[in-house]
Structure formats: structure tokens, C-alpha cells
């Protein structure tokens, strides 16, 4: 298994949608999630970071499921500008300290 | 300088030729990782710096590839005797360390192209 796994997509979705992406990992010692988003030709940027309670930044929803070693990202009201690519990343081992593993993303692209 | 700054941003190399990337991370991060991510294709996680800790290698390719840091400032990757395979962006990234600190900035990449 991968440590970290992501649909590639692409996913197709007009303005105003919503869409959620999934992501597993292997190592159930792990202790640090993130989402980052990455635009063409550009390097990757955090767009959140994943507790454990869940949480929400405007229209975006992060959500841990550690049971299933499973990680969301539920994205509402989808903008033009939110046509990325979104990386799941996840922390190798069983400190916070430990190397940052990134899956392989998944593609949004939102149409008008 | 306010961000992570790698340098060359492009470099062309002719297959065999030994090349080498600096990274200079943000003041006073102690976390410096190295990815490498081929056209279409996600981050592949090379290395990890973490203060003083042994750096974790373990994404290393082959053993043409190393990577020094000095202290916690300017990281090297070498790659020695490169082939068409290397050609990618290599990407540098640091942070200020663990935990919900670990937001990393990423420098712009060098385009290895190996000919």
C-alpha cells in the first residue's frame, strides 16, 4: 500500500458545486495531515492544515477519520479560481517531526 | 531574503555530467526537505533535514544522488553521473519544525533538464 493515496481524477464540476476529495494512509501512526494545493508550473502552497475535530476555513471542510486512515476535503460553492491540483500530505512516522510524504493530488477543474 | 531561494532555476546537463542544487531556506527554519516531481507527476520526497537529527534519506533514488546541509542554513543536492530519468523539477522546502509548525514554504524549483 502506498503511504499516501489520492484519486487522480480529473474532476470535472461546474461553478457553485461541491466536491470532496479523498485521500488514505498507511501508517496509522501518523500524526501530521495537510491539504496543499498546487497550480500549473507553480510550487505547492498550504491550504490547511487536518485536526483531528475537523475543521473549516470559509468554504473549504477538512475532516480526519484516523479509524480508517482516511483524510477529506470537501470544497463548497466551487470558484473558477479553485481549478487546481489538491495534495494530500501526511507525516512519515509516529512523531510530528518526522518527513512530510505528499500523495500524488487530485485535479479540479471548475467550469463556468 | 523573505522566502526559500533556489538556485540555478534552470540547468541543462548532458547525460553523465555531475550537477549540483543549493537551496537557501528561510532564516531560522529548522526543517529542509528536497522533492523531485516529474512532468505530470506528484512530489517524490528525496530528503529531510531536521536540525541536528540524522537526515532521513530514505527517498533517495540511487546512490548518485546525496544532499548536505550546513547547520541550518544552505542545502546541496548532488547528483552525480546524471541520466535522462533525472530530468525533473527538483523542489526545496522548509519549515520551522514540527508539529502544526510544519506549514512548508517551497522555493520556485530548479528545471533539471539531462540531454
Known amino acids: 500500500r502506498k503511504e499516501v493515496e489520492q484519486d487522480p481524477g480529473p474532476f470535472n464540476v461546474p461553478e457553485g458545486a461541491t466536491v470532496a476529495f479523498n485521500c488514505t494512509y498507511s501508517n496509522s501512526a501518523s500524526q501530521s495531515f495537510f491539504w496543499y494545493r498546487q497550480d500549473c508550473r507553480?510550487?505547492?502552497?498550504?491550504?490547511?492544515?487536518?485536526?483531528?475535530?475537523?475543521?473549516?476555513?470559509?468554504?473549504?471542510?477538512?475532516?480526519?477519520?484516523?479509524?480508517?486512515?482516511?483524510?477529506?476535503?470537501?470544497?463548497?460553492?466551487?470558484k473558477l479560481s479553485d481549478s487546481a491540483t489538491y495534495l494530500c500530505v501526511v507525516n512519515k512516522g509516529d512523531q510530528a517531526g518526522t518527513a512530510l510524504i505528499f500523495g500524488k493530488g487530485t485535479t479540479l477543474s471548475v467550469s463556468s | 531574503g523573505a522566502g526559500v531561494s533556489q538556485s540555478p532555476s534552470n540547468k541543462v546537463t548532458e547525460k553523465g555530467k555531475d550537477v549540483e542544487l543549493r537551496c537557501d531556506p528561510i532564516s531560522g527554519h529548522t526543517a529542509l526537505y528536497w522533492y523531485r516531481q516529474r512532468l505530470g507527476q506528484g512530489l517524490e520526497f528525496l530528503i529531510y533535514f531536521q536540525g541536528n537529527s540524522a537526515p532521513d534519506k530514505s527517498g533517495l533514488p540511487s546512490d548518485r544522488f546525496s544532499a548536505e546541509r550546513t547547520g541550518e542554513s544552505v542545502s546541496t543536492l548532488t547528483i552525480q553521473r546524471t541520466q535522462q530519468e533525472d530530468s525533473a523539477v527538483y523542489l526545496c522546502a522548509s519549515s520551522l519544525g514540527a508539529g502544526r509548525s510544519e506549514k512548508l514554504f517551497f522555493g520556485s524549483g530548479t528545471q533539471l533538464s539531462v540531454l
Open chain 1, 42 to 78: 507553480k510550487e505547492p502552497k498550504l491550504l490547511m492544515s487536518v485536526y483531528s475535530s475537523g475543521n473549516e476555513d470559509g468554504r473549504f471542510t477538512a475532516q480526519l477519520n484516523r479509524a480508517s486512515q482516511y483524510i477529506s476535503l470537501l470544497i463548497r460553492d466551487s
